[in-house]
């Protein structure tokens, strides 16, 4: 089975920090993704990564950057923290692009942001 | 990507046959249609998805319409853990649309 763990189940911040959040596949996947989720809202991609040092803005990039160092890992950076960035916080893994291959999610990352 | 079209709830009982509708008119030739699951607190699970012909795998079936503008989601017989709110999805690319989904509720 398709693991994808992200590093922290809750995590609270102020505004202003720097946030990291790490997200970890270990079955080979070439693409990498972030969502984050707000009710009313459904999932919005936020930057996806089709292969080791690519990146793609995905519909809400602003007040975010990513970096995928190595193809099993897949970090997203809150450069700046603020209120409005409190979400939950999901990563996900494909096989392959166009939509053939399923996306396999991890338990998402619930942030605070005071 | 295309959109669908959900309704908001359903109630099914337990060990009866769930069967979830979606509605995605505008989908195009290339695009898939998906089937997710979450439960409160967790990531969304991947159930199934089908391109033109009927799919099955040990969760559910998945039947999609000649003209594939609609598809329904069957889950055989359902327990109370299948509880979740189910998302049907048309995905062409690498973005999936989630939108709201379907509360289906599993009653004892």
């Known amino acids: 089975d398709v693991k994808v763990t992200q590093s922290s189940r809750y995590l609270v911040k102020r505004t202003g920090e720097k946030v990291f959040l790490e997200c970890v596949q270990d079955m080979d996947h070439e693409n990498m993704f972030w969502y984050r989720q707000d009710p009313g809202l459904g999932l919005r991609l936020i930057y996806f990564?089709?292969?080791?040092?690519?990146?793609e803005k995905g519909d809400i990039p602003e007040g975010y950057s990513v970096s995928r160092e190595k193809k099993e890992r897949f970090s997203l950076i809150l450069e700046s923290a603020s209120t409005n960035q409190t979400s939950m916080y999901l990563c996900a893994s494909s096989l392959s692009t166009g939509g053939t291959q399923p996306q396999h999610f991890g338990d998402g990352t619930r942030l605070s942001i005071l | 990507d295309a959109k669908t079209t959900q309704p908001t709830s359903m109630d099914c009982a337990e060990g009866r046959a769930a069967n979830l509708p979606c509605n995605h008119s505008?989908?195009?030739?290339?695009?898939?249609v998906y089937w997710y699951r979450q439960i409160h607190s967790q990531g969304p699970q991947y159930i199934i998805h089908g391109l033109k012909n009927n799919e099955t795998n040990e969760m559910a079936s998945l039947i999609i319409t000649e003209d594939r503008k609609s598809s329904t989601l069957i889950l055989p017989h359902a327990t109370l853990r299948d509880t979740a709110v189910y998302y049907c999805?048309?995905?062409?690319?690498?973005?999936?649309?989630f939108g709201t989904g379907t509360r289906l509720t599993v009653i004892p």
């Open positions: 990564s089709y292969d080791v040092k690519m990146k």
């Open positions: 999805i048309v995905a062409g690319a690498n973005n999936l649309f």
């Open positions: 505008t989908i195009s030739g290339n695009e898939y």
